[in-house]
């Protein structure tokens, strides 16, 4: 059995901030291009890096969030603004649980750091 590690899960949540600040400009850049003719929507797959689960933060968030993760998707209509308007807003829970995340982790470190006094 291995225990809580707060070195790794910081970097993990680092690391899942990293990967919502990436989707977030992706989103913006999309409704930015609303009225581009030919744009092709773009967006990041989370399930590319964190569905399978596969280790020192899924393989190093597959060796920091290289091009595989962006995923164009063509729907011939163009960018739908309440659609990305929606992805938005699932993105800001992320980062909301991902901050928490970290800000649990820090404390837990500062406890253990006072304890040893």
């Not at 163009?78 to 404390?107: F, H, K, W």
């Amino acid at each position: 059995m291995t225990g809580f590690n707060p070195i790794q899960s910081f970097g993990k949540s680092a690391q899942i901030l990293n990967l919502v600040a990436k989707r977030q400009k992706l989103l913006t850049t999309n409704v930015a291009n609303v009225d581009t003719p030919g744009y092709v929507r773009q967006d990041i797959n989370f399930a590319s890096y964190l569905g399978n689960a596969n280790g020192p933060m899924e393989t190093k968030l597959s060796q920091e969030m290289g091009a595989s993760a962006i995923v164009s998707q063509e729907t011939g209509e163009g960018v739908n603004v309440p659609d990305e308007l929606v992805c938005m807003q699932e993105n800001s829970l992320l980062y909301t649980m991902a901050t928490r995340r970290m800000s649990n982790i820090i404390t837990m470190m500062k406890s253990a750091l006072n304890v040893g006094r």
